[in-house]
């Protein structure tokens, strides 16, 4: 087949499951285009990238970044203001139900002041808050529940049969190859290997979570068809995980649907809280074995599976970058180590080109210090504790929410996810709390003030 005929064959089938999609809600709003097109960016490639757009040197893009993407980002970012003030969005409550996240944000804006490179920080700190905004444009819908469902789907059903296509026929942009052994690197519609595994374990965890929840009701025909078309996107995503050989998002993604298939059995239905104090329990002892016990134990541990003791390099890196020695309070600036002498520094002493920490909390310590990994800190707390509440109450929603919680903190020992990648945009989903929109009948499965209506009201509330 040639890759013109592929590619309008991928077109066909994309318009086709958008229109004909047995899962296809009407009733949502249209205005989750926008949230989808964000996705879609995070998820993939940035504008300019698609469009071949050079920004120049590597050192000097990471500052200056593209036009064409801040035109594109400021341009959605304004458009989901629109949509929240045409919602008549309560921001004063929302202000007021994520105090934590709130705080960090705006710990992060602080950071201008003693930044190096405070214009930078600025602009990353707003494009950055794009990311809280489309997912308030998805939570506020009226039918919230089936708007997260609709933007997840949308968002596989454009990437996952994309990057089949790119892998099979568009070598060229699908793969990589490495510049000393010249093995080939699977892509396909994103940057590197590590973000195809975070785009197919997005996947996953979706589609296998739409699956165990439409299970009880698998005899409908409606519902029959749903779970086909789930059945072979995870095909396609297993597919695609495995060229991309990335080994943490392959134990995450099992790590998910394990939480999901617990949520749903009955002994846990029975007794919540011994799955809500086991979870943190384990990722409390994981921590204290990466950052307590020593960098050691992950490496004797990586050996013993077959994986290299260095981690792919990653104690290295983390090596270079605590030679540093930036603000151990305050860190560098929000989203400004990769900068100026401290980037050069990291490159000289690893030999490559990286940008990230590989580390989610390393990641937070080195542009926000203590303070800022704190404040981080108690964001995932406190979205843990609402999350426990919507899982008693609305379980279909709390049993995803629980999966990408318990993912987050093992995925950011090895990658820096907490800096907007897609896995972290997707938890924010189930992590921020949402007012009721006003005028509008029924409750918000966000709303915490919502536990203490009858549950044959939450039940109609949030029935699929």
Known sequence: MSPSLALLLWLILLLGLLYFDPARDRLTSVALWVPVTWLFIVGSRLPSQWLGIQVGQAAQALEEGSPVDSAIYSALILLAIGILMSRCFEWRIFFSRNLALVAFLSFALLSICWSDFPLVTFKRWF????????????????????????????????????????????????????????????????????MLGVLCLTSGIFFFWDVVTRWPERRTRRTKRIILVDVVFIAMTLYLLNMSSSATSSLCLVLGCLVIVATSSKMVKRHPTLLTVLIPIGICLNLVLVFGVGMDINAELAGAVGRDPTLTGRTVIWSAILSTHTNPLFGAGYETFWLGPRLQQVWRQTGSGINEAHNGYLEVYLNLGIFGAVILA?????????????????P?????????????????????????????????????????????????????????????????????
């Open 127 to 194: 494009r950055d808050l794009g990311n809280y905004l489309v997912i308030l444009v998805a939570l506020s819908d009226p039918r919230p529940l089936e708007a997260v469902r609709t933007l997840l789907r949308r968002f596989c059903y454009v990437l996952i049969p994309l990057s089949v296509l790119l892998v099979k026929y568009y070598p060229e942009i699908g793969r990589r190859y490495d510049v000393w052994t010249g093995v080939a690197e699977y892509t396909g519609a994103t940057m590197s290997k590590n």
């Open 378 to 394: 108690g964001f995932l707390i406190s979205s843990y504790r609402s999350i426990c509440r919507r899982l008693e109450t609305f």
């Open 396 to 464: 279909a929603l709390g049993s995803l929410s629980l999966s990408l919680w318990t993912i987050l903190p093992f995925y950011n020992v090895t990658e820096a996810a907490f800096k907007g990648q897609l896995i972290f945009v997707t938890f924010l989903l189930g992590a921020i709390i949402v007012p009721p929109t006003p005028g509008v009948r029924g409750i918000s499965f966000n709303d915490t003030s919502s536990l203490a209506k009858p549950s044959s009201d939450l039940r109609e509330a949030v029935s699929v």
